[in-house]
């Protein structure tokens, strides 16, 4: 069983800035991919960021040039810088895993509310 644990989130006014992280209780050099779902009040969840076993990151098109998601192998953690930050990107933000068995895990969730 992989446990994933955010935290990072919070208040901020429009144009600040927010780091979440995710560490994982599982070597994260081994599995296929991580990232960060979000999910606004009404809304689908929606795919914000992925890195990939082997490095290639990948972003929704509204947070491009915005969000940068990086890792830390050492830490087993993921983490993903939000810049600029828009009163549209409040939503509960969760951290996914796939393995290398493609099973797929993910956190409790952390809030970033953004202020207009």
């Known amino acids: 069983q992989v446990q994933l644990v955010e935290s990072g989130g919070g208040l901020v006014q429009a144009g600040g800035s927010l780091r979440l992280s995710c560490a994982a209780s599982?070597?994260?050099?081994?599995?296929?991919?991580m990232g960060w779902h979000r999910q606004a009040p009404g809304k689908q969840r929606e795919l914000v960021a992925t890195?990939?076993?082997?490095?290639?990151?990948t972003y929704v098109d509204s947070v491009k040039g915005r969000f940068t998601i990086s890792r830390d192998n050492a830490k087993n953690t993921v983490y993903l810088q939000m810049n600029s930050l828009k009163p549209e990107d409040t939503a509960v933000y969760y951290c996914?895993?796939?393995?290398?068995?493609?099973?797929?895990?993910w956190g409790q969730g952390t809030q970033v509310t953004v202020s207009s």
């Open positions: 996914y895993v796939i393995n290398n068995q493609y099973l797929y895990y």
């Open positions: 599982v070597s994260i050099s081994s599995i296929n991919a």
């Open positions: 890195i990939t076993r082997g490095g290639s990151v």
